[in-house]
């Protein structure tokens, strides 16, 4: 029956789940829970994609040069900052002459992968970056831009020559080298963050039963005991903010490589 389904998956799956179940019978795909043919990890995507159309909907509508709000200096510190380490920072250090048109790509690609990360610090909702297709579909979507990117900037044959390496007699080992270069890519923005995404979620889950079960066995001990009930709340706190900490580092390596990809597609070669 696969994983039960958490409350935004209910919701999702009576808005959507007869076009999915319709979409799903075309294809020929039979879905693991049919009750529920969304499962857990797309209706989060959906719903954080939704929150985030939402919140900068708002947040447009509220822009202001002379008095920025909390969240537009919160957004503007993930566009640059103090430790250059914004999505705009990475572009203007990797990509100095025009890669100002790259932003909005980039930019969209390291914000919802944020979101998804964060979201499962607010209790019943989960990362879906934690499930494996969702790295995997962000990681082929950063995949085909950077190439449609070199394509685009060198031309088809210009961007082909990339691949065939300084020689043209070690044009047949290059190009095999670059291919198996450029795929590993799919599998390090893939692996790298759905591991740690789920290592961290695992963390928290496991040593909040930890304690609460080690709670509940000293009360029966003795009554007095029970004062270990503060530790279920202390304890989850500080993976909450080691969870806190893993999303936004793994979010900033999810847009720098990105960065770097581009750069490496669009530069000349000299």
């Not at 031309?155 to 795929?183: C, D, M, Q, R, T």
């Not at 893939?190 to 979620?201: A, F, H, K, P, Q």
């Not at 270990?228 to 706190?237: C, E």
Request: some cysteine.
């Amino acid at each position: 029956m696969g994983e039960p389904p958490i409350w935004v998956t209910v919701i999702v799956n009576r808005v959507l789940g007869n076009v999915a179940t319709a979409l799903l019978a075309a294809l020929h795909v039979k879905p693991s829970n049919p009750s529920y043919p969304i499962p857990n990890h797309i209706s989060m995507e959906i719903f954080v994609f939704v929150l985030a159309a939402l919140f900068f909907l708002w947040l447009k509508r509220n822009l202001s040069a002379d008095r920025p709000g909390t969240a537009q200096l919160c957004m503007e510190m993930l566009l640059t900052n103090p430790m250059g380490v914004g999505v705009k920072d990475l572009i203007k250090d990797n990509l100095p002459h025009g890669g100002e048109k790259y932003l909005p790509m980039i930019g969209s690609i390291g914000i919802f992968v944020l979101f998804c990360n964060l979201i499962s610090v607010i209790p019943t909702l989960v990362s879906p970056t934690a499930n494996s297709s969702v790295p995997l579909g962000c990681a082929i979507i950063v995949f085909i831009y950077y190439n449609l990117s070199g394509v685009a900037t060198k031309g088809p044959l210009g961007y082909a020559k990339h691949f065939l390496g300084p020689s043209i007699f070690l044009a047949p080992l290059w190009v095999i080298v670059e291919i198996v270069s450029n795929l590993a890519r799919l599998l390090s923005l893939t692996v790298r963050l759905w591991v740690n995404m789920m290592v961290s979620e695992m963390l928290y889950v496991i040593f909040l039963g930890l304690m609460l079960g080690l709670t509940i066995f000293v009360g029966k001990l003795n009554p007095a005991g029970y004062i270990f009930g503060v530790l279920p709340l202390i304890g989850p706190a500080l993976f909450i903010l080691l969870h806190i900490v893993v999303a936004f580092l793994q979010a900033f390596v999810f847009t720098i490589l990105p960065v770097i990809y581009v750069a490496g597609a669009v530069e000349e070669v000299h």
